[in-house]
């Protein structure tokens, strides 16, 4: 019965402190971190996730990584007996949701952007984005000869020679690459840093001269060199409708419309693919699972328009699955699709932005198990309450427990965000253990389940076109209970 029952287990994880590791890349919180760690252990969770900052690493000077402070903090991790997730962090932390620490990408990368600005996302009014590189130099040599994903790819490489006893232990187990902002595979289309305040739609990111060069080619070889990026999108704080792109009719309807959104989604997904490419080939044969992170654009969703989902990159709309083109890109590197907002429930949204993280959650985490990919989920927002923690609890086990093996469908695994001092005393770490039991369902911690096999070789490119076939016709997500059967 137990043996049946693990096949229910869902793996969790807790997210680690921004600041864990210094702005001067120094680990100096030892004690604490050690006593967290060891109320982790105690709440029986799998493993934790850390950022791992691109910015403090090889923030001196080129090619030269510091990854002392980490192997301190890997050991503990070690120690407490806690498996690891790794995030290869390429953006800034600073300036989005719950940025509590500033950590720049590297200042010799920045310094290049002072005399070409245009190495970074720029938005119509030339506002410059420093969170991220633009895609527009993935393959530009721009960086003392490197292309930025030889930059990302360098990166990697020397983590996993540095870190290679942690992997070959088997500690770290999970390599979640970032690809943008936030460590998300999207374009910065709503940064706070720049004024964009919810809900407001965002804006297109792909003014700089590269990709601007890319999208003129593009349209010239389709036969329309007269076509030019978007200038009706409105701004950040704009609704829909104050637009002509996404008013009912509107431009994202009509043929370079559509020209445009298919470009500027397949970018995101081009992008994520060659820098998976890379991981895998850097990973090959580790116990490790690679990763990509999706960002839960849940408001607007009730609209025909998907406004701010577009701006992001992601071109779903009512009867084109935006997401399942990502998770048919993903199944050539073996690879997990996490996703966030796993504790949202629509009426706690306001009206006003027509929002609906249910619905979307269930149709991502649809889509990619019908690519036949482990799905993964966070939560976006900080959250102690039973409430939140049976709805995550629902999203794990959309059709809660099967006594007789695996169920239809579940989650491979869930990371919360993230470990602090109001989680771990009283009622709220009472709850926490509670509902860490409940993912587990009711069983005691496993270290056996999903052991990770050696990574194997991404399979051979699969042709955009292919990966455009899956985008329609949009399925309906499997069904989901309205409650959890194992609440907390």
Same mark, same amino acid.
């Given at each position: ?21 210094? %702005? ?21 969770? @799998? ?5 791992? !900052? !691109? ?27 806690? &498996? ?15 940025? %509590?620490? /500033? ?8 310094? %290049?952007?002072? $005399? ?20 527009? %130099? ?44 936030? $460590? ?11 004024? !964009? ?44 409708? &104050?637009? *002509? ?11 370079? $419309? ?26 090959? $044969? ?76 269930? *149709? ?38 099967? &006594? /007789? ?27 926490? &253990? ?37 985008? *329609? ?11 959890? @059967?194992?609440?907390?």
């Amino acid at each position: 019965m137990a043996g049946n029952l693990l096949a229910n287990y869902v793996q969790v994880y807790v997210m680690l402190p921004l600041d864990i590791i210094t %702005v001067d890349n120094t680990f100096e919180k030892t004690d604490e971190t050690r006593a967290q760690l060891k109320k982790l252990t105690e709440a029986g969770v @799998d493993g934790v996730m850390i950022d791992v !900052w !691109w910015g403090l690493v090889e923030g001196k000077a080129p090619g030269v990584y510091d990854w002392s402070a980490y192997k301190q903090v890997f050991k503990l991790v070690q120690e407490a007996g806690l &498996k690891l997730q790794a995030i290869m962090s390429c953006h800034q932390c600073g300036g989005n949701v719950g940025d %509590v620490v /500033n950590i720049p990408i590297p200042q010799w990368v920045r310094d %290049v952007g002072e $005399g070409n600005p245009d190495i970074f996302y720029t938005n119509r009014r030339r506002l410059r984005n420093i969170e991220y590189l633009t895609i527009g %130099v993935d393959d530009q040599p721009l960086f003392q000869g490197r292309t930025a994903i030889q930059l990302y790819a360098d990166y990697m490489k020397s983590f996993r020679e540095n870190m290679a006893e942690f992997l070959d232990a088997g500690v770290i187990v999970d390599i979640e690459v970032g690809l943008g902002p936030a $460590g998300e595979m999207r374009y910065p289309s709503y940064p706070q840093s720049q004024g !964009w305040v919810f809900p407001g739609v965002g804006e297109f990111i792909c003014y700089d001269k590269y990709l601007e060069a890319d999208f003129k080619a593009a349209a010239a070889e389709a036969g329309h060199p007269e076509w030019e990026l978007p200038d009706d999108a409105g701004e950040y704080n704009d609704t829909p409708e &104050k637009t *002509q792109f996404f008013a009912d009719n509107g431009t994202y309807q009509n043929e370079k $419309g559509k020209f445009f959104l298919t470009w500027y989604s397949n970018k995101l997904i081009k992008h994520g693919d060659k820098i998976l490419d890379e991981a895998n080939k850097i990973f090959l $044969g580790c116990r490790v699972q690679l990763a990509i992170k999706i960002s839960g654009i849940h408001w607007w969703y009730r609209v025909p328009n998907h406004a701010a989902e577009l701006t992001a990159g992601y071109y779903n709309l009512d009867d084109r699955d935006g997401y399942k083109t990502i998770a048919h890109m993903l199944t050539r590197h073996y690879a997990c699709m996490n996703f966030t907002c796993a504790e949202m429930r629509d009426n706690e949204q306001s009206s006003e932005a027509k929002s609906a993280p249910e619905e979307l959650v269930q *149709q991502v985490l649809s889509a990619g198990w019908r690519e036949g990919l482990n799905v993964a989920c966070e939560n976006a927002l900080g959250r102690y309450d039973a409430t939140a923690y049976n709805t995550i609890l629902r999203n794990a086990r959309p059709q809660g427990i099967n &006594k /007789n093996g695996p169920p239809e469908h579940k989650l491979y695994g869930f990371t919360y965000l993230r470990v602090s001092d109001e989680l771990l005393q009283g009622q709220n770490y009472t709850t926490f &253990k509670t509902f860490v039991r409940r993912m587990h369902a009711n069983l005691d911690y496993n270290p056996q389940v999903d052991p990770v096999a050696p990574l194997k070789r991404s399979k051979p490119e699969i042709p955009i076109e292919e990966i455009l076939e899956v985008a *329609q016709p949009r399925l309906e997500p499997f069904p989901f209970d309205k409650n959890t @059967d194992l609440p907390v």
